[in-house]
């Protein structure tokens, strides 16, 4: 294979080689770095112990892989994992075209020894290789032949690069020998790398120009993808701080517009954020844009779709509340609302199909089946319309009312198993007085949990969650001896939703670690875990169906 290297006076960027056009682009960088941190890391050295015994198929991979290409995985990284890029685009034909980069981080020889084993494998089992295919502006390359790919790669300076279908070699030469634009002056790719800067891992879409490459795309899918314009997103492994932010613009919605674009509304300071203790398995809290944005689907639901039944109920129930569904229903019913869980074991939202509900005589609700732990916040926009709402449910009902005082606020018991209260401007609602009386705790606390403070000001949306501690209630539970730390201890991850002007950012944080890489050591196993038995318990189905 011929090699041409070339010096340069400005040592070449991932970025140089990417055309403006490219409809995806991927960046990895600082492998080694990571990997020199999971080496010193006393979580990561355990994790590395389990793995033999939770996911062997991934060790074996390790194991194969180095022994063909004669080298250790840390000399594996350290070649190609300093600086890797990827991206896609279309030509002038509509043909989908590939381009692979790698920065051999100082070890050229390595890389191209590495790449001829690689291509010779190829070549030898898929295809021709064609060693000094040729020279295209001064960069010997070669070809690999297979029976779906045409690949001509070779290397310029520090890096291999490689083009995967005709004319994408050239394309990315020709944009590094600045003959045509870079994505460096893609203006949205300027501005999510100026918002943001670099991670371990950076993507950026053009979702209108990748939108055709999507074959396999449902119309519905396609319809809420195409309301956003391009996405750039970062993801942070050694730093301390967010771990993901992710950076996107959509079209403005339009009145006929019924799609994800009317819950991308600008948020507000979230009152019901006064419910949260920070020792929740689960707390989402939404701005009133998410509630106004479904009555709206409902009202247009009812106005296109409605027969002359779904009339019939409704002026039923209007009837039976003496309350209009739009004036006094839908406007009480708008506003903030958070839900609280603060054990997913004891989480069962199924229960609710157990409520009981007659109408034959008066409106008669027994909640007595339903057993579920978990809380409902909300803040109404118009606190009149709710309390409305509630007097009537209560006149027309034959359910027992109960009261009675915690922390001077009246709770009253509804219902067998429904227990609310007001507390500070929030309605609280659970299931169990334990739950009741923890919300209030929450909101009567006047020491906030320090992550409130990592929030913005006026999120769209809000949700903390403890992911290890989800996946053990809905699978099989981790054994003790492979657990890092029990579940509760695992940090949990805290994310939301901002929205300026057509801008949306999506952000995401480990507030207990220093860096989100030890965070993902004591998250390891449970994932792990819960993927072996997942795919297991694939693997019976598929075998119970053959029998």
Request: with cysteine; hydrophobic share 40%; proline share 4%.
């Amino acid at each position: 294979m011929l090699v041409s290297l070339m010096p340069s006076a400005n040592a070449a960027k991932i970025q140089d080689f990417i055309p403006q056009e490219s409809a995806f682009y991927l960046q990895v960088r600082d492998l080694d770095e990571v990997y020199a941190e999971l080496e010193l890391s006393e979580n990561w050295k355990k994790v590395q112990t389990l793995l033999p015994t939770v996911a062997p198929e991934a060790q074996q991979g390790f194991t194969m892989g180095t022994t063909l290409f004669g080298t250790n995985l840390r000399g594996l990284i350290e070649t190609v994992g300093y600086r890797t890029g990827l991206a896609i685009w279309q030509n002038e034909a509509g043909e989908t075209q590939i381009g692979l980069l790698v920065h051999s981080g100082g070890n050229i020889g390595e890389l191209q020894r590495l790449t001829k084993i690689l291509a010779g494998m190829i070549g030898m089992n898929q295809g021709r290789l064609i060693p000094g295919a040729g020279i295209y502006r001064k960069v010997s390359y070669s070809t690999l032949e297979t029976p779906e790919h045409f690949i001509n790669y070779g290397f310029v300076d520090e890096f291999l690069v490689a083009g995967i279908g005709k004319g994408s070699f050239e394309k990315l030469i020709d944009t590094f020998r600045k003959h045509e634009p870079s994505i460096a002056k893609n203006s949205e790719f300027a501005a999510g790398t100026k918002k943001f800067g670099a991670g371990e891992v950076t993507a950026f879409v053009n979702v209108q120009k990748a939108m055709p490459m999507l074959k396999d795309l449902s119309n519905k899918d396609r319809r809420q993808l195409e309301v956003f314009e391009h996405a750039y997103a970062r993801f942070n492994l050694l730093e301390t701080g967010k771990c993901l932010q992710v950076y996107t613009q959509f079209t403005p919605p339009r009145p006929q517009d019924k799609d994800i674009r009317m819950f991308l509304k600008e948020g507000q300071r979230l009152r019901t954020l006064k419910a949260f203790s920070g020792e929740e398995e689960l707390f989402v809290a939404v701005a009133p844009s998410y509630s106004k944005a479904y009555w709206e689907l409902v009202h247009a639901a009812i106005a296109n779709k409605a027969t002359g039944d779904a009339y019939a109920a409704i002026s039923f129930f209007e009837g039976l509340l003496n309350l209009d569904l739009e004036a006094d229903v839908m406007a009480g019913l708008t506003g903030e609302l958070a839900l609280s869980v603060s054990d997913f074991t004891q989480f069962e939202p199924d229960t609710l199909s157990n409520l009981n509900i007659d109408f034959e005589n008066s409106l008669e609700i027994d909640f007595g089946e339903v057993e579920t732990q978990g809380g409902l916040i909300f803040r109404s926009d118009n606190p009149t319309k709710l309390n409305l709402i509630g007097n009537s449910i209560t006149n027309v009902s034959n359910a027992s009312v109960t009261q009675t005082d915690y922390r001077g606020t009246t709770v009253s018991g509804f219902a067998e198993n429904v227990y609310h209260c007001k507390s500070d401007g929030l309605f609280l609602l659970g299931f169990s007085e334990e739950q009741i009386y923890a919300l209030v705790d929450a909101v009567q606390e006047k020491k906030k949990p320090s992550a409130l403070k990592l929030l913005p000001k006026t999120p769209t949306a809000m949700v903390q969650l403890n992911l290890a501690r989800l996946l053990e209630a809905t699978g099989n539970p981790l054994p003790p001896e492979m657990a890092i730390v029990d579940a509760r201890e695992v940090s949990p991850l805290l994310a939301w939703l901002s929205v300026e002007g057509n801008e949306a950012v999506v952000e995401a944080i480990f507030p207990e670690e220093d860096a989100p890489l030890e965070a993902l050591a004591k998250l390891a196993p449970f994932i792990v875990w819960h993927s072996q038995n997942e795919q297991e318990k694939a693997s019976e189905a598929e075998e119970g169906a053959r029998e």
